[in-house]
Every structure is written in C-alpha cells, then in structure tokens.
C-alpha cells in the first residue's frame, strides 16, 4: 500500500476528506433517529466547498470497511444477519 506522503494532491485530498468530522452519524441517518437538518448541514456544507464525488464514494466506503469490521466473523459469513436478526422480520419476506 502506498503511504500517504506518496499519493498525488487529489487523493490525499479525498483521505483527509474521509477523516473529516462531519457530524454525519449514518446509523443515526439509516434509523432516522436524528433530524435530517441536524446532520445533513456540514455534510451539505463540505459538498459545496469543493468536495468531489470521487471524495463522497470513499468516505461511504470507509464506513462501510468500518461497520463490515465491527463484529468480525471472516468464516463465519451471513452468520450474525442469520442467529442475532429478530425472525419475526426475517419471516416477514
């Protein structure tokens, strides 16, 4: 993996893009258990300062890599949808 220092101007850009503290809390967004002005604000505010597309799809991606790492299951596949999920809702399809 390259170091940081070694990456050209523009995706250094989008790494520090990714750190950013945007008081954007997607499990909040996905539950709807903020109001969406609360936390869209400064996300909407870093979007018209400059943010690029290429800067927005990393930061989903690094939250995805964040949340796929909080249980850590690597053999253990679907194994935390299958036994943890309420079978009521799994039925419900």
Same mark, same amino acid.
């Given at each position: 993996l390259p170091?940081? %220092?070694g990456l050209p101007a523009d995706e250094? &850009?989008?790494v *520090?893009?990714?750190q950013g &503290?945007?008081?954007f809390n997607h !499990?909040?967004?996905v539950q709807a258990e %903020? /109001? /969406?002005g609360g936390m869209l604000t400064t *996300? &909407?505010?870093?979007l018209t300062a400059g943010a690029t %597309? %290429?800067?927005? !799809?990393l930061y989903f991606l690094h939250w995805f890599t964040d949340l796929s790492g909080a249980e850590p299951t690597p053999l253990g596949g679907a194994e935390k949808f299958v036994l943890k999920f309420p079978h009521a809702v799994l039925t419900s399809f």
């Open positions: 170091s940081y %220092a250094r &850009k989008s *520090l893009f990714t &503290k945007m008081n !499990g909040w967004f %903020a /109001p /969406p *996300l &909407k505010d870093v %597309a %290429a800067d927005l !799809g």
